[in-house]
């Protein structure tokens, strides 16, 4: 057990070699997991269609687990910097696994709530957040393609997983189905296994990767040599139960940063956008089907958005890197977030064809994928590498308290109109709030300036 936080004296990122890896572990995690809340849509049909379970109850399923995801995600990292990475990565991963697994078994809808949401939120937030930082850890001049082959992972999942999902509910059931979920998220125990520290040394891959002679195991070594000589001092800092190292609530919540401006504008649109993402995955598939498609192409809604979501995360960066190098990012930011809105107005208001539908979609998951794209750069650009870590765990944080009550309001709101049309225009306004924010960007920093307000 360490007495001290595992840090380095910041080495000098590789960009590139070992890198290129964990960037594609990365990916696998946010296949994954960080899509979980978002394929339930798949769930939720069945489980409305086959149980009389209200719409309101069941979106309560991944409002609660994108909660628990992102909440557990500060946790995360201030479990890391003292067990490292990689144990808090692969303990995550086996909690996913295990609780989606068990949640196959279950008859009773509430004990399927609570092993499906609560613990596997609890075990994604632990991994989610460490294949994001470490990614930004690894990379400088490439961060913007690094952050490419990572974020797209996410889109790939909700773009197979679906299709995955409900082909399997259709011709093996729901109980086989979650376990063929749980298999497919026990990949990121070996996508865990990739993240490891960043030497000073490193050139690039090596078959050392996976060897105990890493920045971890050598802090833990030098740690046992000298327990032997000297009584292990106890930082005031540190809060213990039994053998195990627990962080305290200033450790996990680093409040200083929403003395910045920047932070508080770009987490709550980041938010928004976010919530968007979620309750479009939940309610397409039974959008779909009341304007009259049958399941399958419905569920095929959500890989159309995935696709284009894809698209974003790929072409948005490469698109401004080369044609807009000297343009800021974040006008890039609002003008994706603008492409949702625009989007959930349309589909809430006009859409009840299936070439309407999918021009929706299109437009929306290309607008997620810039946002999704732009939005880590922004983060590592203005705030800081040093502080990525404090500055996604609590925009996660956030994220996930504002999703806790929005999602069931939309089902809410589907079970009193007895339509989509309020839950859409409901999502349209959050989407547009978030963007809408971005012009008191200007007086939030005069104000900053005026107090002196620094990280």
Known sequence: MPSVPITSSSPTPPDGGWGWVVAIAAAIVQMQVATIPGTFGVYFAHITATKTLPAFLVSAVPSVMGFMMFFFCPISTALAKYYGTRPVALTGAILATVSVALSSIIDH???????FSVFGGVGSGLILVQGNVTVQKYFVTKRGTANGIFMSGGALGN?????LLRFSINYFGFRLTLL?????????IISALTFRPIRDTEKGVTNKAFKDDDEEAKVERNNQKNEKNTVRTVNKSELFC??????????????????NPLFLVLTFSVITCRTSLRGMGTLLPAFGESIGLDKQTSVYLVSIMSVADLCGRIFSPLVTDFCFPKVAKKYFFIGCACMMAIALFILGLFVQSLLGAVLCCVLFGFGMGGVAAFMNVIF????????????????????GLWMLPTLPIIGLLRDLSGNFKHSFLGLAATTAAGTLIWLAEPSLRRFGRKKQFVI
């Open 180 to 188: 063929l979920h749980a298999a497919c998220i026990s990949l990121t």
């Open 380 to 399: 590592a650009e203005s705030l800081g590498i040093e502080i990525i870590q404090d500055t996604i765990g609590l925009m996660y944080l956030f994220t």
């Open 242 to 259: 039994g053998f195990i190292w627990l962080p305290k609530i200033n450790q996990i919540f680093v409040w200083k940063v929403l003395k």
């Open 159 to 163: 773009m197979l997983m679906p299709l």
């Open 109 to 115: 809808f509430y004990w399927f709530f609570i092993f």
